[in-house]
């Protein structure tokens, strides 16, 4: 089967560890996810299955949403729950209004460092398992988008938050980020993804759930439709096929092929039927994945 599987993931099990469950499911032969969530969280994780593992960078580039919980006058090396303790602040008093104010801050573009222990590579190498190794670097700061911030409760020293965002966006460091505003310190102490693109938690599916929940259970085609489709004749299927470009032709693609920027769109043959992702530059279309 060349599905994706929108997997609610238990806290306590690791990406891979889903992934090797849904596998086992499914008795595929090859498994990937789009996109890691910590063991800490639960959550909407893309499983992609066969051919699916093709478009594994082109679901976890995807818009997000999490719901998470942070907790104020604590600071761990983590950013989370997991982490040892570093700072803690005694005895303080925050309003609501004053957390208001302060998420804010945090809306639209903004930089962010990415926390220590985490999977960006540096020198292919993880930067969590330099941490783990006592090597603490001096990250700089990368951009990201936080498109919205809603409070959903206060309980101090407690505050649970919905937050949607781009890709690249960690949500470890906008709940530490958010206590240093507040002159508190905060970590995370729990996170669930509830959606990634279209894929929502209300149509995820637990491993005991699996396969019978089937509407949690999606095509690639489903997978890819933040991508323009584009039609091409069977000669130009075959040339492309082929590894071979073809030029774009009529008011459709007039547009996009003005951009400068190259531009992934979905290949499809007379039918509908698709049958790769293109890369659109100048005017013509490249292959840039095939599927078999």
Known sequence: MNI???????????????????????KSRKAGHAGTLDPLATGVLLVCLNEATKITGYLSSLDKEYITTLKLGEITD??????????KVEDFEVSEAE?????????????????????????????YKLARSGVNLPLKPRKVSIYSIDLLGYAPPFISLRASCSKGAYIRSLCNDIGAALGLGAHMTA??????GEFTIENSAKIRELPLKTESLYSIDFGLRHLLEIRFSDEE???IKNGNAVSLNGLSSANLAESRLPVFV??????????????LLGGRIKPE???S
């Open 4 to 26: 994706i599987v929108n997997f609610d993931k238990d806290t306590g099990i690791s990406s891979q560890e889903a992934v090797i469950a849904v596998k086992k499911r499914f």
């Open 78 to 87: 983590t950013y989370d729950s997991e982490g040892k303790l570093i700072q």
């Open 99 to 127: 957390i208001k104010e302060v998420l804010k801050q945090f809306i639209g573009d903004i930089e962010q460092i990415p926390p220590m222990y985490s999977a960006i590579k540096l020198d292919g190498k993880p930067l």
């Open 191 to 196: 996170l669930k993804r509830t959606k990634v």
């Open 237 to 239: 299927v075959r040339k």
């Open 266 to 279: 979905r290949l499809k043959d007379a039918d509908g039927k698709l049958f790769g992702i293109g890369r």
């Open 289 to 291: 994945r095939l599927f």
